[in-house]
């Protein structure tokens, strides 16, 4: 158990430094020296949000999965594709800021191609209206992508496609889960798109400051495109 405890520790204080980056620049050079330890530091904190939001995805897609088109935003080591190649999902594309990041998908053997691309800095390096399905997932908080992004992940998607998105509950993400939904509700009313589900999730994944006591909470929200 000791062992367990100093790796959660060390996790912990990885992270809580990461919040002292405040401009793109320092989260990009964090998520480069992270990326080798990446995957084992997210599974010391059972980090459930890609199951949720492949889980909800999954649950609501109608179409031949292998022969769908998967944009997967924020893309990280391959966590979401991962767990989408378990659904029955077989073509990726993935989009990342972090090329250390990105080498480590490269080598999951999972994507057909692979893009870097600061988020939040331009439209993403993708062709509009061409994706089934677009999944961002841990992107969406604060000090990380701005809440306009969702938007260009709207102009990804097909008509008649899903867009998954996750954000965290917890003391440090208030405003932002707040301005994001409403952008989303915004893009609703504009007929944009449809909400399908909005879920919260109590054990999404353990907390890292001295607030956040066992786990927090975060929130998965699907839409569907509106048809031209």
Request: aromatic residues 8%; negative net charge; contains cysteine.
């Amino acid at each position: 158990m000791a062992a367990v405890s100093n790796t959660l520790e060390h996790v912990k204080a990885t992270i809580l430094a990461a919040r002292e980056n405040t401009t793109p620049e320092e989260m990009v050079n964090f998520y480069n020296s992270w990326a080798e330890n990446y995957d084992q530091d997210l599974a010391v904190l059972d980090y459930r949000a890609p199951s949720v939001a492949v889980n909800s995805i999954s649950s609501h897609f109608i179409g031949d999965r292998e022969a769908a088109v998967v944009l997967d935003v924020a893309c990280g080591t391959g966590l979401v594709a991962k767990q989408m190649k378990r659904h029955g999902f077989g073509h990726f594309v993935g989009v990342d800021g972090s090329e250390a990041m990105l080498m480590l998908a490269r080598e999951s053997g999972l994507y057909q191609d692979l893009k870097h691309s600061m988020l939040g800095e331009g439209p993403l390096p993708v062709q509009k209206g061409l994706f089934d399905v677009v999944v961002i997932v841990g992107a969406l908080s604060v000090r990380q992508v701005p809440v306009g992004v969702v938007r260009e992940l709207c102009k990804s998607t097909k008509p008649g496609g899903h867009v998954c998105m996750t954000t965290r509950i917890n003391h440090t993400n208030v405003e932002y889960k707040a301005a994001l939904e409403r952008e989303l509700k915004q893009m609703e009313a504009e007929g944009l798109w449809t909400c399908v589900e909005v879920a919260e999730v109590e054990d999404w994944e353990r907390g890292v400051s001295e607030e956040e006591v066992g786990y927090i909470s975060g929130a998965v929200y699907l839409y569907k495109k509106r048809q031209l």
